[in-house]
T-cell receptor, first 116, second 111 residues
Framework: EADIYQTPRYLVIGTGKKITLECSQT?????MYWYQQDPGMELHLIHY???????EKGDLSSESTVSRIRTEHFPLTLESARPSHTSQYLC???????????????FGNGTRLTVT | SQQGEEDPQALSIQEGENATMNCSYK?????LQWYRQNSGRGLVHLIL?????REKHSGRLRVTLDTSKKSSSLLITASRAADTASYFC???????????FGSGTQLTVLP
């Protein structure tokens, strides 16, 4: 198993609350990602980062924001949670393409978010 | 639209049987990867096959790639109950951007 950690594992929160999902990796990977996945469905990329101070939006429009102040840390924040944000959020990391072509993704175990 | 699509969506077999899952994609690729996801967990990388390779083995896993048909298959031989999981293919188009995942095949291996 890869050394990438997500907290909390489960989160139930009311509408309108601000939340931050944490993701940390100890592999020194430059590239990190956030995916959103509904149960039994495909993964949708919502944010990614090439390294410190780099953040990019993915293919799926999201009301969340991310930051990358340290290499190992890539938190995702929802300023005002809504029931439509209920989903599983998966964090992943990999080597930069130019460092290691064909670098696979290493995933955390996810945060299952429920907004009531 | 998604790049990879797995077929079948769900597969149920008896322990000891072989399981075959297929993935089709739409654009040129640099490599294709297979991942496994146990229920409620993150994905785990299984195997990667490059565009210039036709077949690759890893333990009980065998992956084939046919770039002319834009398709790949994952064969799990002598399946075990512990193989029960969702299996996703993901394509890398070589642009150094992100992988594109398919919708997955849910495999159930009955003891």
């Amino acid at each position: 198993e890869a050394d990438i950690y997500q907290t909390p594992r489960y989160l139930v929160i009311g509408t309108g609350k601000k939340i931050t999902l944490e993701c940390s990796q100890t592999m020194g990977h430059d590239k990190m990602y956030w995916y959103q996945q509904d149960p039994g469905m495909e993964l949708h990329l919502i944010h990614y980062s090439y390294g410190v101070n780099s953040t990019e939006k993915g293919d799926l429009s999201s009301e969340s924001t991310v930051s990358r102040i340290r290499t190992e840390h890539f938190p995702l924040t929802l300023e005002s949670a809504r029931p439509s944000h209920t989903s599983q959020y998966l964090c992943a990391s990999s080597e930069l393409y130019w460092r290691q072509i064909d670098s696979p993704l290493h995933f955390g175990n996810g945060t299952r978010l429920t907004v009531t | 639209s998604q790049q990879g699509e797995e077929d079948p969506q769900a597969l149920s077999i008896q322990e000891g049987e072989n399981a075959t899952m297929n993935c089709s994609y739409k654009t040129s690729i640099n490599n294709l990867q297979w991942y496994r996801q146990n229920s409620g967990r993150g994905l785990v990388h299984l195997i990667l096959i490059r565009s210039n390779e036709r077949e690759k083995h890893s333990g009980r896993l065998r992956v084939t790639l046919d770039t002319s048909k834009k398709s790949s298959s994952l064969l799990i031989t002598a399946s075990r109950a512990a193989d029960t999981a969702s299996y996703f293919c993901a394509t890398d188009d070589g642009s150094a951007r992100q992988l594109t995942f398919g919708s997955g095949t849910q495999l159930t291996v009955l003891p």
